[in-house]
T-cell receptor
Framework: DTAVSQTPKYLVTQMGNDKSIKCEQN?????MYWYKQDSKKFLKIMFS???????INETVPNRFSPKSPDKAHLNLHINSLELGDSAVYFC?????????????FGEGSRLTVL | KNQVEQSPQSLIILEGKNCTLQ??????????LRWYKQDTGRGPVSLTI?????NTKSNGRYTATLDADTKQSSLHITASQLSDSASYIC????????????FGKGTHLIIQP
């Protein structure tokens, strides 16, 4: 079984649309994250979510919003998509909410905005 | 400003050869240093995590070293295989919250037969 799974793997859409990426982890971890990997391959944290506490990277536009229906899921909603949103988005989870915990990544969702 | 610099940016070696990837960091305070392997089109997978007191750590053919005094780490790959072709990302933690990780840009390694 895949530990951290995200869907869809590929997403192509038009500017201005609203889209969602789903993420599920079956590791029993308490904390989940969303990362963005741009064309330069840098991984940047967008959000972390732990016990209903959301920590937001202040550089993330408010068009991006995470939604957690339960501890095992953290979905990413994006409104009014822009060209610059094109990137690969990775979901991750860890048992430890601090940065000392081991991270387990999903396979990534490649978003292309036309 | 916390930074992680990796070198070389890319590397091509022949199958069976050894190679060493470098990571220099200016992250402070220091909690741990991680090496991740990211295959093309896949998510990063952890290879090693080292804390301040650990100088070396191995995972199969991968050996990571850490010099906390000079703030340098290296990842040595022995007897490379075609499956080692990937990006290798150095990540340094300052032990803070979930945003307390500083990522390097990675070294893109290609193993040629």
């Amino acid at each position: 079984d895949t530990a951290v799974s995200q869907t869809p793997k590929y997403l192509v859409t038009q500017m201005g649309n609203d889209k969602s990426i789903k993420c599920e982890q079956n590791l029993g971890h308490d904390t989940m994250y969303w990362y963005k990997q741009d064309s330069k391959k840098f991984l940047k944290i967008m959000f972390s979510y732990n016990n209903k506490e959301l920590i937001i990277n202040e550089t993330v536009p408010n068009r991006f919003s995470p939604k957690s229906p339960d501890k095992a899921h953290l979905n990413l909603h994006i409104n009014s998509l822009e060209l610059g949103d094109s990137a690969v988005y990775f979901c991750a989870s860890s048992q430890n909410p601090t940065s000392s915990g081991e991270l387990f990544f999903g396979e990534g969702s490649r978003l292309t905005v036309l | 400003k916390n930074q992680v610099e990796q070198s070389p940016q890319s590397l091509i070696i022949l199958e069976g050869k050894n190679c060493t990837l470098q990571c220099n960091y200016t992250v402070s305070p220091f909690s741990n240093l991680r090496w991740y392997k990211q295959d093309t089109g896949r998510g990063p997978v952890s290879l090693t995590i080292m804390t301040f007191s650990e100088n070396t750590k191995s995972n199969g053919r991968y050996t990571a070293t850490l010099d906390a005094d000079t703030k340098q780490s290296s990842l040595h790959i022995t007897a490379s295989q075609l499956s080692d072709s990937a990006s290798y990302i150095c990540v340094v933690s300052h032990g803070g919250g979930a945003d307390g990780l500083t990522f390097g840009k990675g070294t893109h390694l290609i193993i040629q037969p």
